[in-house]
């Protein structure tokens, strides 16, 4: 076939691929800025501290959840768990908050930590696939949280509600929590022998194995920090909200997990984790549907961009994956 | 008598390899057409021509006299040309009788299947194949063996003119084999040509008239199988010819090992690796190895015969259902790679890309990978450490990228089987295992490898090498032992290791 390229399109497919690894690395930070130049121009009170304060508040959860979920892809798994281990984390700490709300607290997080090892040790143990193992916890963890807690319930611990309202500087103490979080993770994923194993399990898990790495610790272990940070989410988002709702809360945030991480160019065909990035996507998301709320275009809209930018960003992954 | 399946100068290529260079080959009716060749000859590509997987880029494919074009496997299957795999393609849940006939079952009235003449009909085809089952359970009861044997009834009632095995007898008991030989010899008598592909010689004497050689994708020899030595069979599949001379060899190890007075083996050393018995259901039968520090011991033998099972097998890479791998006067406990490398022996696995290199990280990582534990302090990695150890073995394997964190899928295959090495290296092992280190990789790369191999035993580290390269093996080895069919079946030291020698090793009868 060589003979019917032209030099036209022998640059091009050259310069093809380099902007798509572009648009992947980069896209989703130049999306987030494009969005809030647009913002800053054409919406008014959008630079109010309070609207940005709203914001960031909604969007803490789904960039705690988001965080696990990029660990998780890293893997070339998926964890389709972290809604229901939201709601049963909701439903543990009010059961427990008669200890006071740090026991609550680390109750809700073991419980989180225990329902991930169970979705991990089906995945690196069993050898069942991912998104079949998540999936059952899915359905039995929420079950179980409204066993315990059948229906909403508020709650007056003075403790967790602070938590969820106070801020620290004029940032939400939650906000502070997601950040620090963030950075945390960077760390582990770059500068520690577990996230460079995690990465390379990812990336070949047959070779992973023959030079000798942990690799079902890792993977167990992937899935319990999911578990840990979507029950972190799960109690953060409780006491903003002042009560206990295993029935709803957390419902479908896994989507919008996977979202961010898709959105953030990591590929779901696991070998490379974009913190910084992922946490872009979250944001993107959010910001995107606040833009289009505010300019008055109906919620159906929202829903055709985000399901836009996520082929988008798909389509990046792809072309370069196919280099 | 016209050949019912013809290949003429068929040619494939894929993206960097010429699969298929002018291949002809023709089938006879009543005629067992044994295809053989080695790793990357092109017997896979062939047959995915011959049943309309892959689509020629050259050369013509006549189907009784006349051009075919088979667009899709069912094309083929029309036409009369049916495949057994090694893997059953069968339906296990439903039941002997329903896969044997099904599509073509006996209707009664108003069209419902006749139960009784389905289940009748069923074992009395079956019995000609020596299967006495209840053909009412499901195929997933009966062994592989009988399950074949479904397959290949299946594909010879509908009508098949070809038959086309691949490796048919790879999990099957002797007593099996029989009856399989025995239904090919009845398929030739009908008429029906058959191919059949293996690496079992002794097989190929007993039921083939004609065999086709091919080697590096090109037609290496056509003829009656029963005017060739296995010795010859055997020097056509290699690509050496017999008696070949040659003064020095192409290869960078620094001599002939095997023949330079005071190498660094010490005979009397304890050896560093040493296996024994390793068993594992028709694949290992018993093999016994042993490495001494400072020693090049070579694995001979034909694809399949078991060479990469046993360098899996010492690393725990691979289960095995008897025998034991002594590490340092020690017995390396239970199946994982974590304890052998713990221990002091790596591998460095035959399939590059599949089992070496991680794609998505760069150069960088991919050395550190193994070693990452012992780079670090408290699980957090130091980079210092690592650069350290990278730039030491990018510069000592002169390994060729534009910086350290170039992504390692970026290489060159010589420069990925160079990181690969450095991975190993970086864990300081006592003993390596190298399957096909030079496969695939280029001229000076290939050099540089066996240089390094000579290197790395001067000082001391034990080495086991595969290769299918004869000459790499004749002057890399120190010893070679000689694998068959999973068991060692001869060993060579000194004079002896020649290339004429491994393959009269390999070529010897089984029990005499």
């Known amino acids: 076939m060589a003979e019917l390229t032209s030099p036209r399109s022998e640059r091009m497919a050259v310069l093809k691929p380099r902007v798509y690894a572009w648009v992947q690395d980069y896209g989703v930070y130049a999306a987030v800025l494009a969005l809030l130049l647009f913002n800053v121009l054409f919406t008014p009170y959008f630079l109010d501290a309070s609207n940005f304060r709203t914001q960031l508040v909604q969007v803490t959860p789904i960039v705690i959840v988001s965080l696990g979920m990029a660990l998780v892809i890293g893997t070339q798994g998926i964890d389709l768990s ?26 809700a997080l073991v419980g989180g930590a225990v329902a991930g090892a169970a979705g991990g040790a089906l995945v690196a143990y069993v050898g069942v696939q991912p998104i079949v193992a998540t999936l059952a916890l899915l359905v039995g963890v929420r079950g179980l949280a409204n066993v315990f807690v059948p229906q909403l319930v508020e709650f007056r611990s003075a403790g967790l509600i602070a938590l969820g309202s106070s801020s620290v500087a004029g940032i939400p103490i939650i906000v502070l929590i997601a950040g620090a979080l963030t950075l945390l993770m960077m760390f582990v994923v770059r500068r520690t022998t577990f996230g460079r194993q995690v990465v390379a399990i990812g990336g070949n898990r047959t070779a992973s194995e023959l030079s ?16 840990l940070l979507a029950a972190l989410a799960g109690v953060l988002a409780t006491a903003r909200l002042q009560a206990a709702d295993p029935t709803s809360l ?37 910001l995107l549907a606040a833009t289009l709320i505010k300019h008055n275009l109906p919620q159906s809209w929202t829903q055709i961009v985000q399901a836009g930018i996520i082929l988008a960003a798909v389509y990046a992954t792809r072309e370069r994956g196919t280099r | 008598m016209e050949p019912v399946l013809e290949a003429k100068g068929i040619s494939k290529r894929f993206p960097g390899v010429l699969a298929l260079d002018g291949v002809s080959l023709a089938l006879h009716p009543g005629e067992v057409h044994a295809l053989v060749g080695e790793n990357g000859a092109g017997k896979s590509t062939l047959i995915k021509v011959f049943t309309g997987v892959y689509h020629p880029d050259g050369g013509e494919l006549l189907h009784q006299g006349r051009p075919a074009v088979f667009g899709t496997p069912m094309d083929a299957q029309h036409a009369g040309i049916s495949t057994i795999y090694q893997e059953v393609n069968l339906v296990p849940m439903m039941s002997v009788a329903r896969n044997l006939l099904l599509g ?39 062994g592989i063996g009988a399950q074949q044997m479904v397959a290949l009834a299946r594909a010879v009632s509908v009508d098949a003119r070809v038959v086309i095995m691949d490796e048919p007898t790879s999990s099957l008991e002797p007593r099996e084999v029989g009856t399989l030989f025995g239904v090919i010899r009845r398929l030739r008598d009908s008429g029906i040509a058959v191919m059949y592909v293996s ?34 069979l055997i020097s056509l599949m290699l690509g050496r010819d017999l008696g070949e001379v040659r003064g020095s060899g192409m290869t960078k190890f620094s001599r002939d090992r095997h023949l330079a007075a005071g190498t660094s083996v010490d005979q009397q050393a304890e050896p560093v690796v040493e296996a024994r018995g390793l068993t ?55 199946g994982s790679t974590k304890a052998a490398i713990r221990a002091g022996v790596s591998l460095l696995p035959e399939d590059r890309k599949a089992e070496g290199i991680i794609p998505t990280l760069s150069v960088r990582e991919n050395i550190a990978l193994a070693a990452l534990p012992s780079l670090g302090t408290a699980g957090v990695v130091s980079d210092t450490k690592i650069d350290r150890v990278v730039e030491i073995f990018m510069r000592r394997l002169r390994i060729k990228a534009a910086s350290p964190n170039q992504l390692v899928s970026e290489l060159s295959g010589g420069n990925q089987q160079k ?4 991975r190993w290296l970086a864990v300081r092992p006592k003993v390596l295992l190298l399957d096909e280190p030079t496969r695939g990789i280029d001229v000076g790369a290939k050099a540089e490898v066996q240089a390094l191999i000579d290197e790395l035993a001067a000082e001391g580290l034990g080495v086991l090498l595969i290769s299918s390269d004869l000459e790499e093996l004749v002057e890399g080895a120190d010893r070679i032992l000689v694998l068959r069919e999973g068991a060692v079946v001869g060993e060579l030291s000194g004079d002896d290791v020649t290339e004429e020698r491994i393959m009269a090793t390999i070529a010897e009868q089984a029990d005499g």
């Open chain 1, 82 to 107: 972290v809604g229901s281990i939201m709601s049963l984390a909701a439903a543990v700490v009010v059961l427990y908050l008669g200890y006071g709300w740090l026991p609550a607290l680390i109750v």
């Open chain 1, 212 to 227: 000798g790495l942990p690799v079902k610790r890792v993977l167990l272990s992937v899935y319990v920090i999911s578990g």
């Open chain 1, 250 to 286: 957390g419902l479908f945030i896994e989507l919008s997990a996977i979202t961010a991480v898709v959105v953030g160019g990591t590929p779901l065909t696991g070998g490379r984790i974009r913190v910084l990035s992922t946490v872009m996507g979250a944001l993107l998301m959010q």
């Open chain 2, 104 to 142: 073509r079952e006996p209707r009664g009235r108003f069209g419902v299947i006749d139960a009784g003449a389905m289940y009748e009909e069923a074992g009395r085809v079956l019995a000609g194949y020596g299967v006495e089952t209840d053909v009412r359970r499901p195929l997933r009861d009966l």
């Open chain 2, 199 to 232: 690496h079992r010689l002794d097989e190929l004497y007993q039921v083939c008239d004609r065999v086709t050689v091919l080697r590096d994708g090109r037609l290496a020899h056509t003829g009656q199988l029963a005017e060739l030595e296995r010795l010859q």
């Open chain 2, 280 to 334: 594992r259901r028709h694949v290992l039968d018993g093999v016994d190895v042993s490495v001494r520090p400072g020693e090049v011991v070579g694995l001979g033998g034909l694809l399949g015969a078991g060479r990469t099972e046993t360098a899996k097998a010492i690393v725990g890479a691979m289960p095995i259902d008897g025998g034991q791998v002594i590490v340092g006067g020690l017995p390396l406990r239970g």
């Open chain 2, 419 to 422: 990181v690969l090495l450095a």
